[in-house]
């Protein structure tokens, strides 16, 4: 097969963009003059990418906005099953944003054209009979972690577990009294990390209750040290103004910097998501917390299939760390859980081997693997 192919991606966010862009870059070892088009982000564009319309038009989140949106995404959609079906390229790659590109992947496959979806859906958690929508929609699935894998396996769908980028990403030694020094923190003392969320509304439920927390563990160590590192600036001025009914307790805010904060702490309390992953990449004994509105969490009670939320505890298949949430997430019990890392100081290091042995499985140079995996695929002929 000649190496001057055209290949199809579309990201829908951010994330997207960054994987998009290290698969473009291991694409073009197996395929020099590959052209590469559909929608991307400021990183594949960087790379000579051809986009047709804004990534950030795809980027919706909730369930107004893309209520709201429908018909400009349906439009987009439109065209670009159109523009492939008309322009066939080597294989179509869908990356994340799977309510946009799954339906696509669809369209395109039935006409033909290989298709690889990059980052499962949370299917194996909830909404398990997407499993068949998605088995005749891909000829491909690359999952970040195993667990997803096997699931696939389980249902027969094609799939190869590639491994985590940010375990790429994240040494595996984390110096932790430099990254205080780099935040201008004390080199000596305990510290503990709140990490209330990225979003206004998961900073607007976890933020005082995690200052709150705080404070119940100042009173049975009041030589502790608590950072906050905001997502953002709108998030730093959210929590600017939670903190000034905690302006007499050693809780430091700082502007960013989340990974330093994060390696610079003895313990992390945290709201659940894509965190928690990092938190164990970087080797920390963690607290998960989350609350939600009572009838969100009531109907996604009903409707995900597995005990656990956090990636540590769902990567484990066993309750590795406490998961407290909704009416469980209380100052009392999250103040309980962090202390009994100090008080206990073997289970946590304990728990870091434990976060050392998980970063080794998921550290796989996983856009090379996804790159070798899409390889092969476009050229397996077409049976």
């Keep these: 097969m000649s190496d001057h192919i055209h290949i199809g991606i579309v990201v829908g966010e951010a994330s997207g963009d960054i994987l998009g862009a290290a698969l473009m870059q291991e694409l073009r070892k197996h395929f020099p003059s590959a052209e590469f088009s559909g929608i991307g982000g400021p990183r594949m564009l960087a790379l000579g990418f051809h986009s047709y319309f804004p990534q950030d038009r795809l980027a919706v989140m ?116 430099a990254a205080r020094k780099s935040l201008g923190l004390p080199e000596q003392g305990r510290i503990v990390a709140l990490l209330p969320g990225s979003r206004a509304s998961e900073v607007e439920r976890m933020g005082s209750l995690f200052m709150e927390s705080a404070v119940k563990c100042l009173e049975q160590d009041p030589g502790l040290l608590f950072v906050i590192p905001s997502a953002s600036p709108d998030r730093y001025r959210q929590l600017h103004i939670a903190l000034n009914d905690f302006v007499d307790y050693p809780i430091q805010l700082i502007n960013g910097h989340s990974h330093e904060v994060m390696a610079a702490a003895d313990v992390l309390l945290l709201a659940s998501g894509t965190v928690a992953l990092e938190a164990l990449l970087l080797k920390k004994p963690m607290v998960v917390a989350y609350r939600l509105a ?58 870091s081997e434990t976060f050392a042995q998980m970063h080794i499985e998921l550290k796989r140079d996983a856009s090379a693997r996804a790159a070798e995996a899409i390889a092969r695929l476009i050229r397996t002929p077409i049976i």
């Design 62 to 177: 909730g369930l107004i906005e893309p209520l709201k949106r429908l018909p400009e995404l349906l439009r987009i959609r439109k065209f670009l099953r159109e523009h492939f079906i008309k322009n066939p390229p080597a294989v179509f790659i869908g990356i994340d944003s799977p309510d946009f590109t799954i339906p696509l992947e669809a369209s395109l496959k039935e006409k033909g054209i290989k298709t690889v979806h990059y980052v499962s859906p949370s299917v194996w958690a909830w909404r398990q009979k997407r499993i068949f929508k998605i088995a005749r929609s891909v000829d491909l699935m690359l999952t970040l972690l195993p667990f997803e894998a096997k699931f696939y396996q389980e249902h027969n769908v094609p799939v190869e577990f590639v491994g985590h980028h940010l375990a790429d990403e994240i040494p595996f030694v984390i110096d932790k009294f």
């Design 294 to 351: 009572p009838l969100t969490f009531k109907i996604l009670s009903w409707l995900v299939k597995t005990p656990w939320i956090s990636l540590p505890n769902l990567l484990a298949q066993k309750l590795l760390v406490p998961e407290l949430l909704q009416e469980q997430a209380t100052p009392e019990t999250l103040s309980a859980a962090v202390m009994n890392y100090f008080d206990n100081p073997e289970q946590a290091i304990a728990l």
